[in-house]
């Protein structure tokens, strides 16, 4: 019972942040006489339940460089959630009792917020995604093999990830690769240095051909600037975004 009560807190408290421009518009208009909240006051609740739920978000993905833009799109989205619930439950429940209606919406929204921490950490796992270092059977670009080989992920489509290959060997003298550390990610790997490359085009790997359901570990955050460099480079920042998330549909013209 008192861990239930518990729980029950914690939801209210973590829901109070995340609503708090709600409830606290509600207590300054039940006060006598009544008050409001001015342009300032609004815009700084709205950015302490905007960093409430940035962090919740952030807390439920896996580590891994360049994070932040998603966490704050999923604490935005997480945030218009649990308002629109606020002010629905406000209006279903009218009861005139301020201190019962916000208990109820903070309640509700812990609860929704608990909820979306569990489904992203769900949709998380076993994925591959854009920032990692993963094992996988990696295409040839020449011919038609594949080999057992480490990559950055470094886009998504609907049956395949888009990855640039790690390699043991020496490519000091190539342009196309750059080193990447092995903090974070080659705690199995028996060699060195390792290279990845880069300002390729990066090779499909059907998701099926990764040979483990978890990340080796997050891609050194020097490479992976490298890496979105180059990228940026080939297209300009809102190429890559939607060639990262797009797959290409429309078959390439034969040539004549």
Known sequence: MFGCLGIALFLVIIGEFLVMPVWMYDLMAVQT????????EMTLLILASLLTATVIAW???RRRPGRLPAALALGLLLLGICLAEALWLRQRMDTG?????????????????????????????????PGEVWLAMVPFREREETARHYCVVVGRGPAHAKVLQITSQNKDDRDDHVRIPG????????????WVEIGV???RVPYRDFLKTTPQGPCPRPAWHRIRRSRRGTGGWLLTLVRDTFPRTVPKRSRR
Request: charge should be positive; avoid cysteine; proline fraction near 8%.
């Open 183 to 194: 903090d974070g990610w080659a705690f199995n790997s028996s060699k060195g240095a390792h």
């Open 59 to 61: 807390s439920a993905g």
């Open 201 to 203: 085009p990066p090779r």
């Open 33 to 40: 006489p009544p008050q409001r909240l001015d342009f300032g």
């Open 97 to 129: 009792n301020w201190s019962l209606e916000a208990g109820v919406e903070s309640l509700a929204a812990g609860a929704t917020a608990f909820a979306f921490r569990r489904l992203l950490r769900r949709w998380e796992r076993g994925r591959p995604l």
